[in-house]
């Protein structure tokens, strides 16, 4: 079974930038996609940016303020937020998608804004 490892949430100030980082780990695999979805109490889970097929997709709420890059030899994507509004502040979960189309799924971590 493979396992995702999420970094880099919690409080952060309002005028600094935000990075999550999700490494995975397990048996290989081919790897499809990876990327950051995020839920609010309340609301469904949304796509924030992801990696697939040899390009980067973004939510519209993001574009323009946010990075997303992919390191396919460790299984890892990082997320740089710049920017950010009342809105970003949620549990961000990564996801991976294998070749195989089998998910995975992050455990989740909370992002929150201080002032």
């Known amino acids: 079974q493979l396992q995702l490892t999420e970094s880099g949430g919690g409080s952060v100030l309002a005028g600094e930038s935000l990075t999550l980082s999700c490494a995975a780990s397990g048996t290989a695999f081919g790897i499809n996609s990876m990327g950051w979805f995020r839920q609010s109490p309340g609301k469904t889970r949304e796509m924030v940016a992801m990696?697939?097929?040899?390009?980067?997709r973004y939510a519209n709420s993001v574009k323009g303020r946010c990075t997303i890059t992919r390191s396919l030899e460790t299984m890892k994507v990082d997320l740089q937020m710049n920017n950010r509004k009342p809105e970003d502040p949620a549990v961000y979960y990564c996801?991976?998608?294998?070749?195989?189309?089998?998910?995975?799924w992050g455990p989740g971590t909370q992002v929150t804004v201080s002032s």
């Open positions: 996801k991976l998608s294998t070749l195989s189309s089998e998910d995975a």
């Open positions: 990696v697939g097929g040899g390009a980067a």
